[in-house]
């Protein structure tokens, strides 16, 4: 079975721009979630989707920004980019929103600002 | 708050070894989750080992176990008889329902090289 896949791998912007980042679940999965890992540190929690419903939300300003779409895939909106968003964005996706339910990540998109 | 702490920067331990990897996290809630994830140099995230707060047993998972002390809040990863491929990143993580977030919280991670 595939597990969760995100694209693009790699990603170059300059300051001031938007990015897509994009991610499909494990099949079966109806949550996702998106993380930011800053170079030296651990994730960093940004949003969960569960049932194409806002779950919960970390500590962003509102540049940031989701969607979960019907098929349970997901998209990470980035508005007006600033260096300090230079990361490893990561999406997990699990079967359940609850306390107990492993998450799966994919490999990462690494995005790159200038 | 939730939070997690990883006092150990980096480790080297010789290979057939075993290793134990230091995690404390600190609370309010009542029911939470603890997870472990290694993440090699490749940046991929494995979901390792799980306990939930209300476990009466330690979890295990093959090489994995989990040292789970409720009363020092305690959740240290065991990893019995070491090998080259585990040399990696691993983080020890919190999941619990207070604070309105529903994410994993995370710990700053242990460097985990096994030397031959």
């Known amino acids: 079975d595939a597990g969760v896949t995100q694209s693009p791998t790699h990603l170059i912007k300059t300051r001031g721009q938007h990015v897509t980042l994009r991610c499909s679940p494990i099949s079966g999965h109806k949550s996702v979630s998106w993380y930011q890992q800053v170079l030296g540190q651990g994730p960093q929690f940004i949003f969960q989707?569960?049932?194409?419903?806002?779950?919960g939300r970390g500590n962003f300003p509102d540049r940031f920004s989701a969607r979960q779409f019907p098929n349970y895939s997901s998209e990470l909106n980035v508005n007006a980019l600033l260096l300090g968003d230079s990361a490893l964005y990561l999406c997990a996706s699990s079967l359940g929103a609850g306390l107990g339910y492993e998450q799966y990540f994919g490999p990462g998109t690494r995005l790159t600002v200038t | 708050a939730q939070k997690i702490t990883q006092t150990q920067p980096g480790m080297f331990v010789q290979e057939k070894e075993a290793v134990t990897l230091d995690c404390t996290y600190d609370t309010s809630d009542p029911s939470y989750g603890l997870f472990w994830y290694k993440q090699p140099s490749s940046g991929e995230m494995i979901f390792l080992i799980y306990?939930?707060?209300?476990?009466?047993q330690n979890a295990t998972e093959g090489r994995y176990s989990l040292n789970f002390q409720k009363a020092r809040k305690s959740a240290n990863l065991v990893i019995s008889a070491s090998q080259l491929g585990d040399s990696a990143m691993y983080f020890c993580a919190m999941r619990a329902p207070g604070g309105g977030a529903d994410g994993l919280t995370f710990g700053k991670g242990t460097h985990l090289i096994i030397q031959p």
């Open positions: 989707y569960y049932e194409k419903e806002e779950r």
């Open positions: 306990q939930g707060s209300y476990d009466q």
